[in-house]
Protein backbone atom coordinates (compact mmCIF):
# COMPACT_ATOMS: atom_id res chain seq x y z
CA UNK A 1 0.00 0.00 0.00
CA UNK A 2 2.50 2.52 0.48
CA UNK A 3 4.29 1.90 -2.68
CA UNK A 4 1.29 2.64 -4.36
CA UNK A 5 0.52 5.73 -2.88
CA UNK A 6 4.44 6.93 -3.33
CA UNK A 7 4.20 5.94 -6.75
CA UNK A 8 0.74 7.36 -7.03
CA UNK A 9 1.38 10.50 -4.78
CA UNK A 10 -0.96 12.81 -7.11
CA UNK A 11 -3.99 10.55 -6.63
CA UNK A 12 -3.19 10.78 -2.29
CA UNK A 13 -3.15 14.76 -2.94
CA UNK A 14 -6.19 15.15 -5.18
CA UNK A 15 -8.32 12.53 -2.81
CA UNK A 16 -7.09 14.54 0.27
CA UNK A 17 -8.34 17.65 -1.43
CA UNK A 18 -11.45 16.21 -2.43
CA UNK A 19 -12.28 15.60 1.04
CA UNK A 20 -11.50 18.82 2.03
CA UNK A 21 -13.87 19.91 -0.66
CA UNK A 22 -16.97 17.78 1.13
CA UNK A 23 -15.93 18.30 4.70
CA UNK A 24 -16.44 22.21 3.77
CA UNK A 25 -19.50 22.05 1.76
CA UNK A 26 -21.18 19.92 4.30
CA UNK A 27 -20.25 22.67 6.77
CA UNK A 28 -21.74 25.70 4.59
CA UNK A 29 -25.03 23.51 4.06
CA UNK A 30 -25.11 23.11 7.92
CA UNK A 31 -25.16 26.75 8.12
CA UNK A 32 -28.01 27.53 6.00
CA UNK A 33 -26.62 30.83 4.84
CA UNK A 34 -29.27 32.71 3.02
CA UNK A 35 -27.27 35.39 0.27
CA UNK A 36 -30.28 37.28 -0.36
CA UNK A 37 -30.61 38.09 3.14
CA UNK A 38 -26.92 39.17 3.68
CA UNK A 39 -27.48 40.96 0.67
CA UNK A 40 -30.32 42.82 2.08
CA UNK A 41 -28.59 43.47 5.35
CA UNK A 42 -25.62 46.47 4.21
CA UNK A 43 -28.41 49.13 5.17
CA UNK A 44 -28.81 48.46 8.84
CA UNK A 45 -25.32 47.00 9.76
CA UNK A 46 -24.70 51.13 8.19
CA UNK A 47 -27.24 52.51 10.39
CA UNK A 48 -26.21 51.06 13.54
CA UNK A 49 -22.26 51.86 12.63
CA UNK A 50 -23.37 55.05 12.33
CA UNK A 51 -24.92 55.66 15.59
CA UNK A 52 -21.56 54.60 17.23
CA UNK A 53 -20.08 57.64 15.66
CA UNK A 54 -18.33 60.06 17.27
CA UNK A 55 -17.55 59.11 20.46
CA UNK A 56 -18.85 60.66 23.61
CA UNK A 57 -15.38 61.34 24.98
CA UNK A 58 -17.68 62.93 27.89
CA UNK A 59 -16.81 59.29 29.69
CA UNK A 60 -13.32 59.37 29.38
CA UNK A 61 -12.83 58.99 32.92
CA UNK A 62 -15.13 56.27 33.54
CA UNK A 63 -13.31 54.63 30.40
CA UNK A 64 -9.77 54.58 31.96
CA UNK A 65 -11.13 53.48 35.16
CA UNK A 66 -12.97 50.74 34.13
CA UNK A 67 -10.30 49.62 31.65
CA UNK A 68 -7.81 50.08 34.37
CA UNK A 69 -10.05 47.66 36.53
CA UNK A 70 -9.79 45.46 33.73
CA UNK A 71 -6.00 45.13 33.81
CA UNK A 72 -6.03 44.57 37.34
CA UNK A 73 -7.94 41.85 36.67
CA UNK A 74 -6.22 40.51 34.15
CA UNK A 75 -3.29 40.40 35.48
CA UNK A 76 -4.13 38.53 38.52
CA UNK A 77 -6.47 36.24 36.81
CA UNK A 78 -3.63 35.44 34.58
CA UNK A 79 -1.22 34.77 37.60
CA UNK A 80 -3.32 32.74 39.02
CA UNK A 81 -3.67 30.58 36.24
CA UNK A 82 -0.11 30.23 35.25
CA UNK A 83 0.55 28.71 38.74
CA UNK A 84 -1.58 26.32 38.82
CA UNK A 85 -1.03 25.45 35.47
CA UNK A 86 2.94 24.59 36.05
CA UNK A 87 1.98 21.35 37.91
CA UNK A 88 -1.08 20.04 35.62
CA UNK A 89 1.58 20.78 32.71
CA UNK A 90 4.23 18.81 34.39
CA UNK A 91 1.55 15.58 35.05
CA UNK A 92 0.66 16.05 31.89
CA UNK A 93 3.85 15.90 29.68
CA UNK A 94 4.49 12.16 28.43
CA UNK A 95 7.96 12.56 28.27
CA UNK A 96 8.21 12.70 32.67
CA UNK A 97 4.48 11.47 33.59
CA UNK A 98 3.37 8.16 34.15
CA UNK A 99 0.71 7.17 31.69
CA UNK A 100 -2.34 7.24 34.16
CA UNK A 101 -1.39 10.63 35.57
CA UNK A 102 -1.36 11.85 31.98
CA UNK A 103 -4.76 10.93 31.20
CA UNK A 104 -5.92 12.46 34.64
CA UNK A 105 -3.97 16.13 34.03
CA UNK A 106 -5.39 15.79 30.16
CA UNK A 107 -8.70 15.17 31.42
CA UNK A 108 -8.44 18.31 33.50
CA UNK A 109 -7.34 20.36 31.32
CA UNK A 110 -10.00 19.48 28.43
CA UNK A 111 -12.91 19.91 31.04
CA UNK A 112 -11.51 23.59 31.86
CA UNK A 113 -11.34 24.15 28.33
CA UNK A 114 -15.04 22.82 27.98
CA UNK A 115 -16.36 25.18 30.15
CA UNK A 116 -17.02 28.76 28.20
CA UNK A 117 -15.63 31.94 30.10
CA UNK A 118 -18.95 33.37 30.16
CA UNK A 119 -19.98 30.24 32.12
CA UNK A 120 -17.04 30.45 34.30
CA UNK A 121 -18.41 34.54 34.81
CA UNK A 122 -21.88 33.29 36.08
CA UNK A 123 -20.44 30.33 38.31
CA UNK A 124 -18.14 33.31 40.11
CA UNK A 125 -21.12 35.54 39.96
CA UNK A 126 -22.74 33.40 41.58
CA UNK A 127 -20.47 33.03 44.19
CA UNK A 128 -18.69 36.67 45.26
CA UNK A 129 -21.40 38.86 43.75
CA UNK A 130 -21.07 41.13 40.59
CA UNK A 131 -17.90 42.71 40.30
CA UNK A 132 -14.37 42.54 39.46
CA UNK A 133 -13.78 39.32 42.08
CA UNK A 134 -16.00 37.05 39.62
CA UNK A 135 -14.13 38.04 36.69
CA UNK A 136 -10.72 37.73 37.85
CA UNK A 137 -11.55 33.99 39.35
CA UNK A 138 -13.13 33.26 35.81
CA UNK A 139 -10.06 34.59 34.18
CA UNK A 140 -7.51 32.44 36.83
CA UNK A 141 -9.79 29.09 35.70
CA UNK A 142 -10.36 29.85 32.02
CA UNK A 143 -6.27 30.92 32.04
CA UNK A 144 -5.62 27.20 32.99
CA UNK A 145 -6.97 25.42 30.17
CA UNK A 146 -4.64 27.12 27.73
CA UNK A 147 -1.76 27.77 29.81
CA UNK A 148 -1.26 24.07 30.74
CA UNK A 149 -1.76 22.56 27.40
CA UNK A 150 0.75 25.61 25.97
CA UNK A 151 3.29 24.45 28.92
CA UNK A 152 2.78 20.77 28.64
CA UNK A 153 3.84 21.25 24.81
CA UNK A 154 6.61 23.02 25.74
CA UNK A 155 7.93 20.38 28.40
CA UNK A 156 7.43 17.90 25.57
CA UNK A 157 9.56 19.90 22.91
CA UNK A 158 12.50 19.40 25.01
CA UNK A 159 15.59 18.03 23.38
CA UNK A 160 15.16 14.13 25.09
CA UNK A 161 18.71 13.67 25.34
CA UNK A 162 19.09 16.26 27.87
CA UNK A 163 16.41 14.40 30.25
CA UNK A 164 18.40 10.56 29.50
CA UNK A 165 21.23 12.17 30.45
CA UNK A 166 19.95 12.88 33.89
CA UNK A 167 18.19 9.93 34.12
CA UNK A 168 21.46 7.86 34.08
CA UNK A 169 23.26 10.09 36.54
CA UNK A 170 20.34 8.55 39.00
CA UNK A 171 19.00 11.95 39.11
CA UNK A 172 14.85 12.12 40.47
CA UNK A 173 11.71 12.54 38.84
CA UNK A 174 11.58 16.10 40.85
CA UNK A 175 15.54 16.55 39.69
CA UNK A 176 14.87 15.74 35.79
CA UNK A 177 11.97 18.82 36.13
CA UNK A 178 14.34 21.40 37.58
CA UNK A 179 17.67 20.52 35.81
CA UNK A 180 16.72 19.48 32.37
CA UNK A 181 13.24 20.76 31.87
CA UNK A 182 12.77 24.38 33.67
CA UNK A 183 16.08 25.56 31.84
CA UNK A 184 14.79 25.05 28.34
CA UNK A 185 10.99 25.85 28.91
CA UNK A 186 11.22 28.65 30.68
CA UNK A 187 11.55 31.14 27.89
CA UNK A 188 9.16 30.17 25.59
CA UNK A 189 6.70 29.52 29.09
CA UNK A 190 7.36 33.08 29.83
CA UNK A 191 6.31 34.12 26.19
CA UNK A 192 3.08 32.20 26.02
CA UNK A 193 2.20 33.84 29.76
CA UNK A 194 2.48 37.25 28.37
CA UNK A 195 0.54 36.33 25.20
CA UNK A 196 -1.78 35.19 27.35
CA UNK A 197 -2.06 38.12 30.18
CA UNK A 198 -2.93 40.04 26.73
CA UNK A 199 -5.75 37.61 25.37
CA UNK A 200 -7.34 38.11 29.16
CA UNK A 201 -7.61 41.74 29.06
CA UNK A 202 -9.95 41.06 25.55
CA UNK A 203 -11.42 37.98 27.53
CA UNK A 204 -12.22 40.17 30.35
CA UNK A 205 -14.22 42.63 28.51
CA UNK A 206 -16.53 39.78 27.52
CA UNK A 207 -17.26 38.61 31.15
CA UNK A 208 -18.77 41.75 31.72
CA UNK A 209 -22.23 40.64 30.05
CA UNK A 210 -22.61 38.68 33.01
CA UNK A 211 -21.69 41.46 35.50
CA UNK A 212 -17.96 40.22 36.43
CA UNK A 213 -16.40 43.75 36.40
CA UNK A 214 -14.34 45.77 34.48
CA UNK A 215 -14.81 47.77 31.39
CA UNK A 216 -17.03 44.69 29.58
CA UNK A 217 -19.41 45.67 32.21
CA UNK A 218 -19.74 49.30 31.41
CA UNK A 219 -19.44 48.74 27.48
CA UNK A 220 -22.51 46.11 28.20
CA UNK A 221 -24.58 48.83 30.13
CA UNK A 222 -23.93 51.15 27.48
CA UNK A 223 -25.05 49.07 24.94
CA UNK A 224 -28.26 48.08 26.44
CA UNK A 225 -29.02 51.73 27.44
CA UNK A 226 -28.61 52.29 23.73
CA UNK A 227 -25.86 54.96 24.81
CA UNK A 228 -23.83 53.70 21.35
CA UNK A 229 -21.64 56.79 21.41
CA UNK A 230 -20.86 55.85 24.36
CA UNK A 231 -20.08 52.74 24.08
CA UNK A 232 -17.55 53.87 21.17
CA UNK A 233 -15.82 55.38 23.73
CA UNK A 234 -15.35 52.25 25.47
CA UNK A 235 -14.30 50.42 22.55
CA UNK A 236 -11.66 52.88 21.24
CA UNK A 237 -9.97 53.22 24.87
CA UNK A 238 -9.92 49.37 25.38
CA UNK A 239 -8.49 49.20 21.50
CA UNK A 240 -5.21 51.50 22.20
CA UNK A 241 -4.42 49.51 25.35
CA UNK A 242 -4.84 45.87 23.99
CA UNK A 243 -2.28 47.71 20.60
CA UNK A 244 0.19 49.30 23.29
CA UNK A 245 0.28 46.10 25.25
CA UNK A 246 0.42 43.68 21.67
CA UNK A 247 3.58 45.68 21.02
CA UNK A 248 5.11 45.40 24.21
CA UNK A 249 4.52 41.63 24.95
CA UNK A 250 5.93 40.97 21.30
CA UNK A 251 9.08 42.90 21.89
CA UNK A 252 9.48 41.09 25.05
CA UNK A 253 9.01 37.64 23.94
CA UNK A 254 11.00 38.40 20.98
CA UNK A 255 13.75 39.41 24.00
CA UNK A 256 12.86 36.20 25.99
CA UNK A 257 13.53 33.91 22.91
CA UNK A 258 16.45 35.57 22.05
CA UNK A 259 15.76 37.06 18.54
Given at each position: MNKFWKQYGWLRNLSIAAALILIYAW??????IDA???????????????????????IIDVAIKALIETVQMSLWGTTIGAIISVPIAICSAHNIAPNWLQWLANFLQNA???VPSIV???????ATGLGAPAGTLALGIYTIGYLAKFYQEAIESVEARSIESLQ???ASWLQVAQYGIFPQV??????????MFEYNIRAASVLGVVGAGGIGFELVNYIRSFEYNK??????VLLVVVTV?????????QQLEGK
Open positions: ALRGLEATLANSWPYMIDFISRLWPPNLEVRSLGLIFVAVMGLPLALGYTLWATTMMLIDVISSKWR
